[in-house]
């Protein structure tokens, strides 16, 4: 395996647009295996669970616990992940990574009893998680810092896109209900995880990446595991991660909240979500030039925070409402709610690589990838426990928390830059 890039990217002064194919090599290459793992799992998603427990035969609240279990292993596999890519590469340990969850996501067709679940749910999730914060240690690696922000912003649009063409397919499974549909999906979904991780250690390196590498392999043992006693990088990556649990609101929030507590029809849980992937990929792009630098990114966490409150006000507001006025209503906050999350998407991208120290990229992007991750399987039952058990105070209460989160970044963000200078890192 070559060391050196194949090719110095151009995207240094490129400016992508959500209508257009980057020029740069290497970032067409990422939006390849992007589209096909997106698809994949578009594919999947709407019909995981209902195998388990459709054709396989289990209870759903086993299948619930199994899932969150397996989520819980890949939280805590995200820190040894991200050290395993700074002393193997980034790229060969996503490459395996990516490879492993495809053979244990296959493995699914093979399930017949809950045991079995277990050991393939564990698998297949433990490494699936245990990737992303790989994948940051990747885009490190072969972006250059300059547009890399930019770039994963990019990268998301090509996620959001071809997860709802993969939906669409996965809902035609759905209404088949057969066995055949239901393991096609998964075999499909299994290869397009395994297939990208053929391609992934053929990215080319940044010329950045080999000073760091150079840099990192000189650094003393007890700064390869500094992120995780890095307190003031563990602050910031707690507030992410509590913002980053607005994303079940889409998921499981609202569709809740509009059954149990609206008069608005139940086909808006899916207009709110498809209003989220085409405001999501027309706006992340141009959002992320706007938040890359680390000022810019503490500011476009404020004003996450603020909107997220602004937002679970209006929804908090649909209850009690005619079925059209609370369509509308709860339409304009999930309009408020995108404006927040590619605001808060584009600043964590841009605090996750800046305050992390150029030593140990891996370690600090895994544990910075592990609070994400924790954020996304807390999201369920805080919403929960707020919003649909409390109604309109619960609503308050987790705006409330989302704001704090957004505005305590600003005084976390200046105690890890203190830090960064104390320690002499030139990251």
Not at 256 to 275: G, K, S, Y
Request: with cysteine; net charge positive.
């Amino acid at each position: 395996m070559t060391t050196t890039p194949a090719a110095v990217p151009a995207s240094t002064g490129q400016e992508l647009r959500p209508s257009r194919l980057p020029t740069d090599p290497t970032l067409r290459r990422a939006a390849l295996l992007t589209a096909v793992n997106s698809l994949g799992n578009g594919l999947y998603f709407p019909l995981g669970v209902l195998y388990f427990t459709r054709i396989v035969g289990l209870d759903a609240t086993s299948v619930g616990l199994g899932m969150t279990g397996a989520g819980l292993v890949g939280v805590a596999a995200g820190v040894p992940a991200g050290r395993a890519a700074d002393r193997w590469g980034a790229r060969q340990v996503g490459a395996w990574l990516w490879a492993g969850t495809g053979v244990a996501t296959v493995a699914y067709v093979l399930v017949q009893s809950y045991v079995g679940f277990l050991v393939a749910v564990v698998c297949a999730t433990g490494l699936q998680m245990a990737s992303r914060g790989v994948q940051g240690a990747i885009y490190a690696d072969v972006l250059p810092a300059a547009t890399r922000v930019e770039a994963r912003a990019y990268l998301r649009m090509v996620t959001n896109v071809f997860m709802g063409v993969g939906g669409v397919f996965g809902a035609i499974a759905l209404q088949l209900d057969t066995r055949g549909a239901y393991m096609t999906v998964i075999v499909v979904n299994a290869l397009s995880l395994a297939g990208p991780a053929l391609l992934l250690p053929r990215l080319p390196l940044a010329p950045h990446a080999l000073e760091r590498t150079a840099h990192a392999q000189g650094a003393p043992a007890a700064d390869r595991w500094r992120a995780v006693r890095d307190l003031p990088f563990l602050g910031v990556t707690v507030l992410n991660a509590i913002l980053v649990a607005q994303y079940t609101l889409s998921e499981v929030g609202l569709p809740l909240w509009i059954v149990e507590r609206t008069e608005a029809p139940r086909w808006t849980a899916a207009l709110l979500m498809i209003l989220n992937c085409v405001l999501v990929a027309l706006l992340q792009v141009r959002v992320a030039r706007r938040a890359s630098q680390v000022p810019s990114a503490v500011r476009a966490m404020g004003f996450s925070g603020l909107l997220l409150a602004a937002a679970c006000a209006v929804y908090a507001l649909s209850a009690g409402l005619s079925p059209v006025w609370a369509v509308l209503a709860l339409s304009v906050g999930a309009v408020v709610q995108v404006f927040a999350e590619v605001l808060s998407a584009a600043g964590g991208w841009t605090l996750g690589y800046e305050l992390a120290d150029s030593r140990a990229h891996g370690v600090y992007q895994g544990v910075f990838g592990a609070g994400t991750s924790a954020g996304m399987m807390a999201g369920p039952a805080l919403v929960t426990v707020t919003a649909i058990q409390h109604g309109s105070a619960g609503w308050v209460l987790l705006g409330v928390l989302f704001a704090a989160a957004g505005l305590a970044v600003a005084p976390a963000v200046r105690w890890a830059q203190r830090n960064g200078e104390w320690r002499g890192d030139k990251s």
